[in-house]
């Protein structure tokens, strides 16, 4: 079964710092893998596709990795901002038969102005 | 362009009764799907609809139905409401279906079950 997981589950950082957030699945059979950010009471906002055959994705201050052998994804934050303070979500699409998408958790990001 | 729409935002309905919330997705994109996020749960895939037909589905009772209609437009019925299904339901849209385009939110269906 495939489980999705995102370590550590709070996180609290001063402003200015890079970041790295964690996102480890068990089944590499996937389609992609998509990072979302969630403001409290919002909806998901889209902030980078990576498909199974790319190792990154970069846009503006984020950069996202896929290691599929080891199972496992970064979201690094370059220079964060207040504004930063979020929930960060990734999610793996499953090419199996179940063909579904399996959310993580969340990592709560808090940037300390 | 406008982003996806979910109508009604919020709703309150008593256990027995059911449900229809509906999804109007990004002009052009074809695909729809539905999820349901608790705080004990986490964000939980229903399903997901291309050109009218259901591709996919989550491990969710038979009282999760949904549809799409010709102009992409989706709905979700959730019928013999329990008080578990109590959640924020979301619906996302995609060009061409999730296993490869980028799938964009909309702001949520707050449902109430008392």
């Known amino acids: 079964k495939q489980e999705v997981t995102q370590i550590p589950a709070a996180l609290s950082v001063p402003e200015g710092e890079n970041l790295v957030l964690n996102c480890s699945f068990t089944?590499?059979?996937?389609?992609?893998l998509q990072w979302f950010r969630q403001d409290p009471g919002k909806g998901l906002t889209s902030l980078l596709l990576i498909q199974s055959s790319q190792r990154e994705q970069t846009s503006g201050r984020l950069n996202a990795s896929l290691d599929k052998s080891s199972g496992r994804s970064t979201l690094y934050i370059a220079a964060s901002q207040p504004g930063d303070s979020a929930t960060y979500l990734c999610?793996?699409?499953?090419?199996?038969?179940?063909?579904?998408?399996?959310f993580g958790k969340g990592t709560r990001l808090h940037i300390l102005p | 362009k406008a982003g996806v729409t979910q109508t009604p935002r919020y709703l309150i309905k008593t256990r027995g009764q059911q449900v229809t919330l509906s999804c109007s997705p990004i002009?052009?994109?074809?695909?729809v799907s539905w999820y349901q996020q608790t705080p004990g749960q986490g964000l939980q895939f229903l399903f997901e609809?291309?050109?009218?037909?259901?591709?996919n589905k989550g491990n969710f009772p038979g009282r999760f139905s949904g549809r799409q209609f010709s102009n992409s437009r989706s709905e979700m019925n959730v019928s013999t409401l329990e008080l578990g299904d109590s959640a924020l339901y979301l619906c996302a849209s995609s060009l061409a279906g999730s296993r490869a385009y980028e799938q964009y939110f909309g702001p949520g269906t707050r449902l109430t079950v008392t």
């Open positions: 609809y291309f050109s009218e037909t259901q591709r």
């Open positions: 002009s052009g994109h074809r695909s």
């Open positions: 089944d590499s059979a996937i389609y992609n």
């Open positions: 999610a793996v699409h499953l090419m199996n038969r179940d063909d579904k998408i399996i």
